[in-house]
């Protein structure tokens, strides 16, 4: 008999799934980068290892694709999740791409916040563009080396390419030759572009921040003193009140 779970039960095994699973699949993902870098870059690997270091990638690929269809079964909104998880679908082409799900910090009002949280978002925006440049270098370089016409043909090279690429500077001293490796260079230069723009926002968020405590630092002060002056006029006020009653009896007797 088929079981059918409610919107409610279904937020509440996703959520559970989510916890224990996060953790288990970044660290498989960066094993997943370690292993596809070694393959791609390192060329005198003994044929046997390579074909173990594939073999592991696989089983990788797998636990991946079964991460992603558990994800969708449990998702309330399955298209929804589709189109607001685009990293978690991508890791299941490019499993590599996974450890950019430190982006998320960026969903999570991380730049709102200012102060700590903006040096937070700096960290991960620092953390998140080292990674992407690294993919991309080793994309690259898988799909440009031994092609004709191309001049990525070392990790060195990959590397500087795909630095002057993310930072969108460009030089022009290498440049992709083959389909797939434009494709890389697309994606390079539009999120570079994307994480350009969030460093801007957070160094902004930041000045905010230490104008905002500036502000408030005077504020307090200023309110510190009217508080005091209110005192002063307040003591003034029942001494002379004081004297009047004072003079009042006086007159009185």
Known sequence: ????????????????????????????????????????????????????????????????????????????????????????????????????????????????????????????VGVSALLLMWIGAVSALSFERGHLGANIETFPDALWWSLVTVTTVGYGDYFPVTVEGRIVAAVLMLVGISLIGVVTASVAAWFVSLTADQEEAYEEDRHEELQAHIRQLEAKLDMLLSDAEERRRESGG
Do not use: C, N
Request: zero cysteines; charged letters at 20%.
């Open 1 to 124: 008999m088929k079981v059918t779970l409610t919107r409610h039960e279904r937020r509440i095994k996703y959520d559970a799934y989510v916890k224990r699973a996060d953790p288990v699949m970044l660290g498989l993902a960066f094993v997943f980068l370690v292993v596809w870098s070694t393959r791609v870059v390192w060329q005198g690997l003994d044929p046997s290892v390579r074909d173990w270091l594939l073999v592991i990638q696989g089983w990788m690929w797998l636990a991946f694709l079964v991460d992603i269809i558990t994800r969708l079964r449990f998702a309330e909104r399955r298209w929804h999740w589709v189109v607001t998880h685009p990293v978690d679908v991508l890791a299941v082409v490019l499993p590599a791409v996974r450890p950019l799900k430190i982006l998320a910090v960026f969903t999570q009002g991380a730049l709102m916040g200012g102060g700590r949280r903006a040096f937070k978002t700096s960290q991960a």
